[in-house]
Structures are given as C-alpha cells and as structure tokens.
C-alpha cells in the first residue's frame, strides 16, 4: 500500500472505487481544513466531496448525498503495518 489514499476512494460497496483494504485502515477527509466524518466518496483531483443529506434514503434504502466543492485532503489515521 502507498503512503498516501487514493486520488478517489467510496464507502459503497457496489462503486468500482470501493477498496476495503484501504478502508479497513482508516482514511480521514480535510474538506477546506475542517475534519468531515460522514464523507461517503471522494475526488481530490476533481476538488468534491459526496456527504449523506441528513437522514433521507432512496428506495433502495441508500443515504441520499450532496455533492461539495472544494479543496480536499485524505489522509490515513493509521501508520502502515510493516509486513
């Protein structure tokens, strides 16, 4: 694994950027500086974040999301395991 998250990365298991090893390691967002803990797919190259809106849901039982603009930092909250 690489030292830094991927350009792209989804909590959705059915999205082809969904990693679960990546996401078993923790990966924190810095969306324009402030910490964001309910991010659900993000875009560093493209500059968005997608968040829940609230407690809505589609019929499919998803978290509807909001799609947000701006400077984005992924980071992982652990150190790698050295292997």
Do not use: C, H, Q
Request: hydrophobic letters at 35%.
């Amino acid at each position: 694994m690489a030292d830094a998250p991927p350009d792209r990365l989804s909590t959705d298991p059915s999205s082809p950027f969904y990693d679960e090893a990546i996401l078993a390691r923790g990966v924190g967002v810095r969306f324009k500086g402030a910490e964001k803990t309910n991010v659900e797919e993000y875009s560093v190259s493209e500059g968005w974040i997608r968040v829940a809106a609230g407690a809505a849901r589609d019929r499919r039982g998803n978290p509807l999301t909001i799609k947000l603009n701006g400077a984005v930092e992924p980071y992982f909250r652990e150190a790698a395991s050295p292997e």
